[in-house]
């Protein structure tokens, strides 16, 4: 296995730190990895810059902070605009249309399903959009098994709404199938 290192940014409320404990999670818990996540956040709750750093590797890791991240997932404008020039060159940037225009051209491989638009439109709820994005995630870079990751979303789910997380994973599996990467 590579050493991946993922930055997952975007606005707080989004859920981008949520994806990022449990794709951490599910590589320590269930594919035997070792795995260190870190986040900030701005001071609102809702609305302030977000994000969350996944290195996940099968040798020791000694520094916990992502300096230049082989993923990049950018859910919003702002964090696009910050982050986009720490990606890796040939790295992989995630982004969604609703949510960033992209503007700086990167040497890397770009791709922009429509994560916000699926969830509201088959699921009616955009609160498992951070879910749908972990699914794009993994079904692009195969960094763990999919069927590892709902063990986690089962573990993590609040009390109701594993159904509607469970789909919007499915959702972003197929969005990333759907895509030429």
Not at 103 to 132: Q, Y
Not at 147 to 156: A, C, D, G
């Amino acid at each position: 296995m590579e050493r991946f290192t993922i930055v997952f940014s975007g606005s707080g409320g989004q859920g981008v730190i949520t994806a990022a404990v449990m794709l951490a999670e599910t590589a320590v818990l269930h594919e035997g990895l070792n795995a260190v996540q870190t986040q900030t956040y701005g001071p609102e709750a809702r609305g302030g810059a977000s994000r969350a750093d996944v290195i996940i590797a099968n040798t020791e890791i000694r520094f916990p902070k992502v300096l230049q991240p082989r993923v990049l997932v950018c859910l919003s404008q702002r964090a696009y605009d910050k982050y986009v020039g720490t990606l890796q060159p040939g790295g992989l940037l995630i982004t969604d249309p609703h949510f960033v225009k992209r503007d700086v051209r990167v040497d890397a491989r770009h791709i922009a399903p429509p994560i916000f638009d699926s969830v509201k439109d088959r699921l009616g709820n955009t609160i498992v959009l951070n879910v749908c994005v972990l699914g794009t995630l993994v079904e692009v870079t195969k960094i763990v098994r999919p069927e590892s990751v709902m063990k986690v979303i089962e573990q993590r789910a609040p009390a109701g709404f594993l159904e509607l997380n469970l789909k919007a994973f499915e959702i972003g599996l197929e969005l990333a199938r759907g895509l030429s990467v």
